[in-house]
Protein backbone atom coordinates (compact mmCIF):
# COMPACT_ATOMS: atom_id res chain seq x y z
CA UNK A 1 0.00 0.00 0.00
CA UNK A 2 1.51 3.25 -0.90
CA UNK A 3 0.83 7.14 -0.35
CA UNK A 4 0.51 9.54 -3.77
CA UNK A 5 0.72 12.67 -2.28
CA UNK A 6 -0.79 16.25 -4.02
CA UNK A 7 1.99 16.47 -5.93
CA UNK A 8 2.24 12.75 -7.68
CA UNK A 9 4.87 12.03 -5.48
CA UNK A 10 4.42 8.03 -4.11
CA UNK A 11 5.03 7.08 -0.54
CA UNK A 12 5.42 3.59 -0.10
CA UNK A 13 6.37 4.27 3.83
CA UNK A 14 3.22 5.71 4.65
CA UNK A 15 0.59 3.30 6.08
CA UNK A 16 -3.13 2.87 5.18
CA UNK A 17 -3.32 4.01 8.65
CA UNK A 18 -1.71 7.12 8.24
CA UNK A 19 -3.72 8.05 5.09
CA UNK A 20 -6.70 7.96 6.84
CA UNK A 21 -5.28 9.79 9.26
CA UNK A 22 -4.25 12.58 7.16
CA UNK A 23 -7.28 13.62 6.74
CA UNK A 24 -8.47 13.87 10.26
CA UNK A 25 -5.09 15.72 11.21
CA UNK A 26 -5.60 18.45 8.67
CA UNK A 27 -9.68 18.77 9.86
CA UNK A 28 -8.61 19.15 13.71
CA UNK A 29 -5.83 21.98 12.58
CA UNK A 30 -8.29 23.75 10.30
CA UNK A 31 -10.66 23.92 13.20
CA UNK A 32 -7.78 24.95 15.33
CA UNK A 33 -6.70 27.96 13.20
CA UNK A 34 -10.52 28.55 12.99
CA UNK A 35 -10.96 28.96 16.45
CA UNK A 36 -7.56 31.54 16.80
CA UNK A 37 -9.06 33.30 14.25
CA UNK A 38 -12.05 33.75 16.03
CA UNK A 39 -10.43 34.58 19.18
CA UNK A 40 -8.42 37.07 17.66
CA UNK A 41 -11.59 38.55 16.00
CA UNK A 42 -13.18 38.63 19.38
CA UNK A 43 -10.43 40.34 20.80
CA UNK A 44 -9.86 42.80 18.41
CA UNK A 45 -13.63 43.71 18.32
CA UNK A 46 -13.25 43.92 22.30
CA UNK A 47 -10.69 46.73 21.26
CA UNK A 48 -12.67 48.34 18.92
CA UNK A 49 -15.80 48.24 20.61
CA UNK A 50 -13.97 49.90 23.69
CA UNK A 51 -12.26 52.59 21.33
CA UNK A 52 -15.62 53.55 19.89
CA UNK A 53 -17.21 53.55 23.48
CA UNK A 54 -14.70 56.06 24.31
CA UNK A 55 -14.81 57.98 21.50
CA UNK A 56 -18.28 58.58 21.94
CA UNK A 57 -17.64 60.02 25.37
CA UNK A 58 -15.44 62.22 23.76
CA UNK A 59 -18.47 64.06 22.27
CA UNK A 60 -20.18 64.01 25.53
CA UNK A 61 -18.38 64.72 28.29
CA UNK A 62 -16.10 67.64 28.43
CA UNK A 63 -14.21 67.09 31.74
CA UNK A 64 -11.02 65.45 31.24
CA UNK A 65 -11.32 63.84 34.29
CA UNK A 66 -14.70 62.30 34.06
CA UNK A 67 -13.32 60.92 30.63
CA UNK A 68 -9.81 59.05 32.36
CA UNK A 69 -12.00 57.81 34.75
CA UNK A 70 -14.63 56.14 32.75
CA UNK A 71 -11.69 54.74 30.69
CA UNK A 72 -10.24 53.20 34.10
CA UNK A 73 -13.89 51.86 35.00
CA UNK A 74 -13.69 50.09 32.02
CA UNK A 75 -10.48 48.46 32.32
CA UNK A 76 -11.56 47.36 35.88
CA UNK A 77 -14.75 46.13 34.37
CA UNK A 78 -13.28 43.89 31.69
CA UNK A 79 -13.25 40.89 34.10
CA UNK A 80 -13.70 40.10 37.41
CA UNK A 81 -11.29 40.70 40.73
CA UNK A 82 -8.90 43.25 38.14
CA UNK A 83 -7.63 46.56 39.79
CA UNK A 84 -6.93 49.66 37.71
CA UNK A 85 -4.82 52.64 37.68
CA UNK A 86 -3.37 55.28 35.29
CA UNK A 87 -0.29 57.48 36.43
CA UNK A 88 -0.13 60.81 34.44
CA UNK A 89 3.46 62.34 33.63
CA UNK A 90 3.77 65.70 35.02
CA UNK A 91 7.49 67.19 35.06
CA UNK A 92 9.35 63.69 35.68
CA UNK A 93 6.75 62.87 38.51
CA UNK A 94 3.75 60.11 38.06
CA UNK A 95 0.60 61.07 39.25
CA UNK A 96 -1.85 58.38 40.45
CA UNK A 97 -5.16 57.75 39.31
CA UNK A 98 -7.33 54.51 40.05
CA UNK A 99 -10.12 52.92 40.18
CA UNK A 100 -11.67 50.62 43.04
CA UNK A 101 -8.08 51.51 44.48
CA UNK A 102 -6.68 53.70 47.08
CA UNK A 103 -3.34 54.62 48.54
CA UNK A 104 -1.67 54.55 45.62
CA UNK A 105 1.61 57.19 45.56
CA UNK A 106 3.54 59.41 43.39
CA UNK A 107 6.04 58.04 41.30
CA UNK A 108 9.46 58.68 39.30
CA UNK A 109 9.07 58.34 35.90
CA UNK A 110 12.35 56.95 35.53
CA UNK A 111 12.14 53.88 38.18
CA UNK A 112 10.13 50.62 38.47
CA UNK A 113 7.95 48.60 36.14
CA UNK A 114 6.55 52.26 35.30
CA UNK A 115 9.63 53.99 34.51
CA UNK A 116 11.01 50.76 32.18
CA UNK A 117 6.99 50.79 30.16
CA UNK A 118 7.82 54.63 29.76
CA UNK A 119 11.06 55.00 28.64
CA UNK A 120 10.45 51.86 25.91
CA UNK A 121 7.11 52.80 25.00
CA UNK A 122 6.37 49.07 25.30
CA UNK A 123 4.08 47.04 27.32
CA UNK A 124 5.21 44.43 29.80
CA UNK A 125 2.89 40.89 30.92
CA UNK A 126 3.98 39.80 33.37
CA UNK A 127 2.12 36.70 35.57
CA UNK A 128 3.11 34.93 38.42
CA UNK A 129 3.47 36.57 41.71
CA UNK A 130 6.94 35.19 41.80
CA UNK A 131 7.59 36.74 38.43
CA UNK A 132 6.31 39.94 39.45
CA UNK A 133 8.11 39.94 42.87
CA UNK A 134 11.69 39.07 40.99
CA UNK A 135 11.62 43.07 39.21
CA UNK A 136 14.06 45.18 41.30
CA UNK A 137 12.32 48.47 42.77
CA UNK A 138 8.74 46.91 42.09
CA UNK A 139 6.19 49.67 42.95
CA UNK A 140 4.58 49.04 46.46
CA UNK A 141 1.24 48.64 44.73
CA UNK A 142 2.00 45.80 42.41
CA UNK A 143 3.25 43.81 45.48
CA UNK A 144 1.36 40.93 46.37
CA UNK A 145 -0.26 40.62 42.73
CA UNK A 146 -0.64 37.55 40.80
CA UNK A 147 -1.03 38.67 37.64
CA UNK A 148 0.08 42.28 35.86
CA UNK A 149 -0.03 44.20 32.73
CA UNK A 150 0.95 47.96 31.85
CA UNK A 151 1.29 49.82 28.81
CA UNK A 152 2.17 53.02 28.01
CA UNK A 153 0.47 56.33 27.04
CA UNK A 154 2.53 57.58 24.17
CA UNK A 155 1.40 60.76 22.38
CA UNK A 156 3.15 61.58 18.57
CA UNK A 157 6.55 62.38 20.75
CA UNK A 158 6.22 61.79 23.80
CA UNK A 159 5.05 59.15 26.73
CA UNK A 160 2.59 61.04 28.61
CA UNK A 161 2.36 57.67 31.37
CA UNK A 162 0.64 54.22 31.84
CA UNK A 163 -1.85 52.01 32.78
CA UNK A 164 -2.08 49.32 34.24
CA UNK A 165 -4.31 46.65 35.47
CA UNK A 166 -3.72 43.65 37.75
CA UNK A 167 -5.06 40.91 40.05
CA UNK A 168 -3.99 39.93 43.82
CA UNK A 169 -6.05 36.90 43.37
CA UNK A 170 -5.43 34.51 40.16
CA UNK A 171 -8.46 34.33 37.80
CA UNK A 172 -7.19 33.98 34.66
CA UNK A 173 -3.34 34.81 32.88
CA UNK A 174 -3.09 38.33 30.83
CA UNK A 175 -2.29 37.08 27.55
CA UNK A 176 -1.78 39.01 24.34
CA UNK A 177 -5.63 40.03 23.95
CA UNK A 178 -5.74 41.97 27.05
CA UNK A 179 -2.60 44.11 26.25
CA UNK A 180 -4.15 44.99 22.57
CA UNK A 181 -7.66 45.60 25.03
CA UNK A 182 -5.36 47.87 27.96
CA UNK A 183 -3.53 49.61 24.42
CA UNK A 184 -6.72 50.82 22.93
CA UNK A 185 -7.54 51.82 26.29
CA UNK A 186 -4.06 53.82 26.98
CA UNK A 187 -4.37 55.37 23.36
CA UNK A 188 -7.77 56.97 24.60
CA UNK A 189 -6.74 58.03 27.59
CA UNK A 190 -3.51 59.48 26.07
CA UNK A 191 -5.91 61.30 23.47
CA UNK A 192 -7.89 62.80 26.31
CA UNK A 193 -4.50 64.08 28.13
CA UNK A 194 -3.18 65.06 24.91
CA UNK A 195 -6.14 67.33 23.82
CA UNK A 196 -6.48 68.79 27.01
CA UNK A 197 -2.69 69.83 27.16
CA UNK A 198 -3.44 71.70 24.00
CA UNK A 199 -6.80 73.33 25.32
CA UNK A 200 -4.82 74.80 28.26
CA UNK A 201 -1.93 75.41 25.76
CA UNK A 202 -4.19 77.45 23.37
CA UNK A 203 -6.19 79.32 26.47
CA UNK A 204 -3.26 80.24 27.83
CA UNK A 205 -1.75 81.75 24.41
CA UNK A 206 -4.89 83.23 24.46
CA UNK A 207 -4.75 84.62 27.75
CA UNK A 208 -1.08 86.13 26.97
CA UNK A 209 -2.79 87.79 23.55
CA UNK A 210 -5.37 89.66 25.38
CA UNK A 211 -2.72 90.78 28.01
CA UNK A 212 -0.45 91.78 25.26
CA UNK A 213 -3.42 94.16 23.44
CA UNK A 214 -4.43 95.74 26.85
CA UNK A 215 -0.54 96.48 27.29
CA UNK A 216 -0.40 97.95 23.47
CA UNK A 217 -3.79 100.03 24.07
CA UNK A 218 -2.48 101.16 27.63
CA UNK A 219 0.83 102.45 25.85
CA UNK A 220 -1.07 104.23 23.26
CA UNK A 221 -3.25 105.66 25.73
CA UNK A 222 -0.23 106.79 27.77
CA UNK A 223 0.96 107.87 24.61
CA UNK A 224 -1.53 110.25 22.96
CA UNK A 225 -1.78 111.89 27.13
CA UNK A 226 1.85 112.47 27.04
CA UNK A 227 1.50 114.17 23.66
CA UNK A 228 -1.03 116.41 25.04
CA UNK A 229 0.30 117.71 28.11
CA UNK A 230 3.73 118.22 26.24
CA UNK A 231 1.21 120.43 23.56
CA UNK A 232 -0.13 121.73 26.69
CA UNK A 233 3.19 122.94 27.91
CA UNK A 234 4.38 124.83 24.45
Known amino acids: FFFQAEDGIRDYKV ?15 LEQQEEMLLDELSSSWESLEAVYEISSDLGLLTNP ?3 LERILYRAASYRGGVKAALWLERDGVCHPL ?22 ER ?11 AANAHLEAEFQGA ?18 AVWQTEPNGEFDSHDMRFLSALAL ?33 SHLVISYAVFCLKK
Open 65 to 67: QEL
Open 15 to 29: TGVQTCALPIYRQST
Open 188 to 220: QAAMVIENDRLHRAELESERLRQEDRKSTRLNS
Open 98 to 119: AQGVSGLQHRSSEEGLLGQVMA
Open 122 to 132: NGIILNGADRI
Open 146 to 163: SNLALAPLTSRDSCLGAM
